[in-house]
């Protein structure tokens, strides 16, 4: 265990018995009874971070806290059982919330975050009604103030999960930078209104503050639509931080402050899904911007097969003008070997000719992007999804079942994803070509990846009725094809885009039953096959 892992135990009780301390405000009968409770949402966090197996640390946490805090009124049964009451309920919510509901801990989901939050309703609602009904079965607090007990605890519990829980599972996936000075001052300014707004709520004493509470509604809009689910949560702290201490100096019933803390509790969650949809609004407007700008590569790829004929017209031009001149040298040499002057000429026109051919290759190799590679580290089973997902729409018309079986264990690649799929996309559309040539009752390609010691080796299989021989032999040569409206340069592009990686393609096997492409990627992008 590392020093780190090893002090997270003892920050944790120490944090949460000082949370503990400092919320401890209007309790019923010196319980921990209070209308705000973060030491729940620093559990909660905990747990969903570092996993249920941390459970009994929550149990010594309430436990240390009780007896520390609240020792007059602490009996060991009660606290016991009330300690493994509230690790017991969270540490099972957590594991729900984790295995069977999926939730992801970066909150980049609206759906993790209402999962959690409505999660924390119920987990929070049977501790309450479990701890008070404790109390009151060991005659420590008044049957008749139970609905009443019950309420502020499940409030306190609630809003301070809703207010520390997505603070602590935001800043555990922060990445520190430092912001622009403009977003800076904007931040800082959205924390001078919500300080201004609670002086309004509460600075005016003949006003009802319950009325003038939609005010703070407005920085808590403000913060997230501009900042997102982070504006949210620091949003949610302040407001809170700033609430407590007004209703502490104004000196409120215990009673007005669990009105005050309800509201609350519906602000924060509304912050909460408001800011987690404007996040996910933002990452999903990205991420289409992104796959627009790849789609625009991938349909420029595309467009070399539709160059072909025109290429193939720019080439003959300069091709047949260097055979007109070499063979125009050729014969001026066998009329006249001694002048080698005119045959001179005609070979000097015949290599700029060549070098013209050479320019137009070169410059189709440049379109398609074989010496600018953008390297990163991505799964071979996103790759394969992301091949799939830009031919599926035609796979499905033509009514061919597209499979994938990616090794999942096998580790990222460091490759320039868009040409890689380009590769995949490009085979792939050979293979329901292919089938739809095929008479198979249930036509479908496969693509596969495998790891091998230094490579994944990945596979696209149809069904298909195989490649001829004839072609079979110049497979990856320009302008080698079957079709009656190809051009041929399909294979030869993703020669061209697996090779720029250090990777070889072949045909694995063809025939009646169907064709298979492979192709090997090395981990090391230096390596060479």
Same mark, same amino acid.
């Given at each position: 265990?590392?020093?780190?892992?090893?002090?997270? /135990?003892?920050?944790?009780?120490?944090?949460?018995?000082?949370?503990?301390?400092?919320s401890f405000i209007h309790s019923i009968s010196h319980l921990s009874i209070t209308p705000w409770n973060p030491p729940a949402g620093l559990a909660m966090a905990f747990l969903l971070i570092r996993g249920v197996r941390w459970t009994p640390l929550v149990f010594m946490a309430s436990l240390?806290?009780?007896?520390?805090?609240?020792?007059?009124?602490?009996? *060991?049964?009660?606290?016991? &059982?009330?300690?493994?009451?509230?690790?017991?309920?969270?540490?099972?919510?957590? @594991?729900?919330?984790?295995?069977?509901?999926?939730?992801? *801990? +970066?909150? @980049?989901?609206?759906?993790?975050?209402?999962?959690?939050?409505?999660?924390?309703?119920?987990?929070?609602?049977?501790?309450?009604?479990?701890?008070?009904?404790?109390?009151?079965?060991?005659?420590?607090?008044? /049957?008749?103030?139970?609905?009443?007990?019950?309420?502020?605890?499940?409030?306190?519990?609630?809003?301070?999960?809703?207010?520390?829980?997505?603070?602590?599972?935001?800043?555990?996936?922060?990445?520190?930078?430092?912001?622009?000075?403009?977003? &800076?001052?904007?931040?800082?300014?959205?924390?001078?209104?919500?300080?201004?707004?609670?002086?309004?709520?509460?600075?005016?004493?003949?006003?009802?503050?319950?009325?003038?509470?939609?005010?703070?509604?407005?920085?808590?809009?403000?913060?997230?639509?501009?900042?997102?689910?982070?504006g949210a949560v620091l949003a949610n702290l302040a407001t809170q931080g700033a609430l407590i201490i007004a209703i502490q100096s104004v000196g409120h019933e215990s009673t007005t402050v669990t009105a005050f803390q309800l509201l609350m509790l519906v602000l924060a969650l509304a912050s &909460?899904?408001?800011?987690?949809?404007?996040?996910?609004?933002?990452?999903?407007?990205?991420?289409?911007?992104?796959?627009?700008?790849?789609?625009? @590569?991938? +349909?420029?790829?595309?467009?070399?097969?539709?160059?072909?004929?025109?290429?193939? @017209?720019?080439?003959?031009?300069?091709?047949?003008?260097?055979?007109?001149?070499?063979?125009?040298?050729?014969?001026?040499?066998?009329?006249? /070997?001694e002048d080698s002057t005119k045959a001179r000429a005609a070979m000097g026109r015949a290599v700029d000719e060549a070098q013209r051919a050479g320019d137009i290759v070169k410059s189709l190799r440049q379109f398609i992007g074989q010496d600018r590679l953008t390297r990163e580290m991505v799964?071979?089973?996103?790759?394969?999804?992301?091949?799939?997902?830009?031919?599926?729409?035609?796979?499905?018309?033509?009514?061919?079942?597209?499979?994938?079986?990616?090794?999942?264990?096998?580790?990222?690649?460091?490759?320039?994803?868009?040409?890689?799929?380009?590769?995949?996309?490009? &085979? *792939?559309?050979?293979?329901?070509?292919?089938?739809?040539?095929?008479?198979?009752?249930? /036509?479908?390609?496969?693509?596969?990846?495998?790891?091998?010691?230094?490579?994944?080796?990945?596979?696209?299989?149809?069904?298909?009725? !195989?490649?001829?021989?004839?072609? !079979?032999?110049?497979?990856?040569?320009?302008?080698?094809?079957?079709?009656?409206?190809?051009?041929?340069?399909?294979?030869?592009?993703?020669?061209?885009?697996?090779?720029?990686? !250090?990777?070889?393609?072949?045909?694995?096997?063809?025939?009646?039953?169907?064709?298979?492409?492979?192709?090997?990627?090395?981990?090391?992008?230096?390596?060479?096959?």
């Open positions: 265990m590392s020093p780190r892992r090893a002090i997270e /135990p003892a920050i944790f009780l120490a944090a949460y018995v000082f949370l503990d301390q400092i240390l806290a009780d007896f520390l805090i609240r020792t007059p009124t602490t009996t *060991i049964l009660p606290a016991f &059982l009330t300690a493994a009451t509230i690790a017991g309920f969270y540490g099972l919510l957590v @594991h729900i919330l984790r295995r069977p509901l999926g939730l992801d *801990i +970066s909150l @980049h989901r609206l759906r993790d975050v209402l999962l959690l939050n409505v999660g924390a309703a119920f987990a929070s609602l049977a501790v309450a009604v479990l701890y008070v009904g404790t109390f009151v079965w060991f005659g420590q607090l008044d /049957p008749a103030r139970f609905t009443a007990a019950t309420t502020r605890f499940w409030i306190g519990d609630m809003i301070g999960i809703a207010v520390m829980t997505p603070l602590l599972l935001v800043a555990y996936r922060f990445v520190p930078r430092w912001p622009s000075p403009r977003r &800076l001052a904007e931040a800082a300014l959205q924390g001078l209104t919500i300080v201004a707004m609670v002086w309004l709520v509460f600075g005016f004493r003949a006003a009802d503050e319950f009325r003038l509470f939609y005010l703070l509604f407005l920085p808590m809009i403000w913060a997230s639509v501009r900042f997102g689910l982070d &909460l899904a408001l800011g987690a949809a404007v996040a996910e609004g933002r990452r999903t407007a990205a991420a289409l911007q992104a796959r627009q700008v790849e789609l625009a @590569h991938i +349909s420029r790829l595309s467009l070399a097969g539709e160059m072909a004929a025109a290429l193939a @017209h720019e080439l003959n031009q300069p091709l047949m003008a260097t055979m007109a001149f070499a063979r125009a040298a050729q014969r001026l040499l066998d009329n006249n /070997p799964p071979p089973a996103r790759l394969i999804a992301d091949a799939l997902a830009l031919v599926a729409p035609e796979a499905k018309r033509l009514g061919i079942r597209l499979a994938a079986n990616p090794d999942k264990s096998a580790p990222d690649l460091a490759v320039d994803r868009v040409q890689v799929q380009q590769v995949l996309v490009n &085979l *792939i559309h050979n293979a329901l070509d292919a089938m739809v040539k095929a008479d198979s009752v249930d /036509p479908s390609v496969t693509v596969s990846a495998e790891s091998e010691s230094s490579a994944i080796v990945f596979e696209v299989a149809d069904g298909g009725p !195989g490649i001829a021989p004839d072609i !079979g032999e110049r497979l990856f040569e320009p302008f080698n094809t079957s079709k009656a409206t190809g051009m041929g340069l399909g294979l030869s592009i993703c020669r061209t885009l697996v090779e720029a990686h !250090g990777g070889t393609i072949w045909l694995e096997r063809t025939g009646p039953t169907g064709t298979s492409f492979r192709f090997r990627l090395p981990f090391d992008p230096t390596e060479k096959d």
